[in-house]
């Protein structure tokens, strides 16, 4: 019974199919028109353009950035070394060891290299002599990861790769106003008062951010201090340094006034503060140690009170090395880690608070490296509680070579 049925139904379909193929393909006048039209256009449709799914969107990196610590305390780390994985792991071991929780690292050097790549016209064809980073955004993620604050550094006007590359824009020699001029080391200059410049570093500085970065500092905010300095000439700032001179005559009486020097760089603070400050940023800068003690510009341009009202962070070089002998009567300056670092940001502290800045904006930098003598733990340790003793509460060591006395260093 079950068979007859089977076959009962498989006779109908077979028939029912036969009639279909039937009316459609031999006697499709049967049909009403528009039901013909738009069946063939559906199949030719189904034939003719065939169902491909959309590529999935592209899922753009969201760079995250870590917050300023209260107390920065931070090593430096040269771009060879952090193009290098196994010395810049030690470093990154290092911090996660002990009280480190921010690193510096070059974007651009003394070299005028940019460390890595960026799609930028101004940067996408440095080809500079220095070191490069390939990973460097993979990189400073990884030390978001581990609770790294990271700090660009960027060199500002010491560049010879740009001195080359816009010889106009470089620092010449008076003598011979074609001839790049160079310092003792024989690296050229750019004019401190040249506004091509200061849109190049505000544009890396963004740039830098943007790959991760947590916050950028210039560096070589100055004009040149070595080097024959009877033999230079600034052809961007060249009217303004003529006329203002540290001193001037008036009547019978000597009057003090700014430095031309200072009031170039003092343009150049207000630019970065300018172009920064909206974006909220962060900005620091490096300054020579005696800027902590002195009122003059050091010949240099530099003056505290100038850089304090308009970067986030302020960090004199108070290397006791770099002091000269004599120093707040000290004839051995190496001798004295403690003392040159207490004084000198005993002073700067009292000349921020004398301008409504907070003292803590201050993060000097110490020496950890053997210059002109070993330096040991005790030393090392010495300035670091010299900053706290002065009431601030970051510091940032350097070392060229980037080795670190870790024992000068509290555990984590």
């Not at 996408?124 to 990884?142: H, L, Q, R, T």
């Not at 006034?257 to 630019?271: A, L, N, P, T």
């Not at 700067?348 to 904006?361: D, F, H, N, Q, Y």
């Amino acid at each position: 019974m079950l068979k007859i049925i089977h076959n009962k139904f498989f006779y109908t379909g077979f028939l029912c199919v036969t009639v279909l193929v039937l009316v459609f393909f031999v006697f499709p006048d049967y049909l009403p028109a528009t039901f013909v039209i738009n069946q063939q256009a559906n199949l030719a449709s189904a034939v003719s353009t065939p169902v491909v799914p959309e590529a999935p969107a592209p899922i753009e990196k969201v760079v995250k950035h870590q917050k300023t610590p209260e107390a920065v305390k931070a090593i430096y780390m040269t771009a060879c070394v952090a193009g290098t994985p196994s010395f810049r792991a030690k470093l990154l071991k290092l911090a996660n060891e002990t009280e480190i929780n921010t690193i510096m690292i070059d974007v651009k050097d003394y070299t005028g290299t940019i460390s890595f790549s960026i799609d930028h016209p101004s940067f996408a064809d440095n080809v500079g002599p220095g070191c490069k980073v390939k990973d460097m955004v993979e990189f400073v993620e990884s030390l978001h990861d581990n609770g790294i604050y990271v700090i660009a550094r960027i060199t500002a006007f010491q560049d010879p790769y740009l001195a080359k590359v816009y010889p106009d824009w470089a620092v010449k020699t008076n003598s011979d106003k074609t001839v790049n001029w160079k310092d003792r080391k024989g690296i050229s200059f750019i004019d401190a008062g040249n506004k091509n410049m200061w849109k190049y570093l505000v544009d890396l500085g963004l740039e830098s951010y943007a790959a991760g970065f947590d916050e950028i500092n210039y560096d070589y905010i100055r004009f040149p201090s070595d080097g024959n300095m009877k033999d230079i000439y600034f052809p961007t700032s060249n009217d303004i340094l003529v006329a203002n001179v540290a001193a001037k005559v008036v009547g019978t009486s000597t009057v003090e006034v700014k430095s031309g020097k200072s009031i170039v760089m003092r343009s150049f603070f207000e630019y970065l503060h300018e172009n920064f400050e909206p974006t909220g940023i962060p900005i620091s800068a490096d300054l020579f140690g005696m800027t902590a003690t002195n009122y003059d510009d050091l010949n240099i341009g530099q003056v505290l009170e100038d850089a304090l009202l308009n970067f986030d962070f302020v960090a004199p070089m108070v290397y006791p090395s770099h002091y000269p002998t004599g120093f707040n009567g000290y004839k051995d300056v190496n001798a004295h880690p403690y003392d040159i670092v207490k004084f000198s940001m005993d002073f700067a502290a009292k000349r921020a608070v004398a301008i409504g800045e907070s003292p803590l904006k201050l993060r000097p930098w110490l020496q950890d490296n053997d210059y002109p003598v070993p330096y040991t733990p005790a030393m090392v340790r010495a300035q670091i509680q010299a900053t706290y003793d002065a009431g601030l509460t970051s510091w940032m060591l350097w070392d060229a070579g980037n080795t670190y006395t870790q024992s000068a260093l509290l555990s984590e």
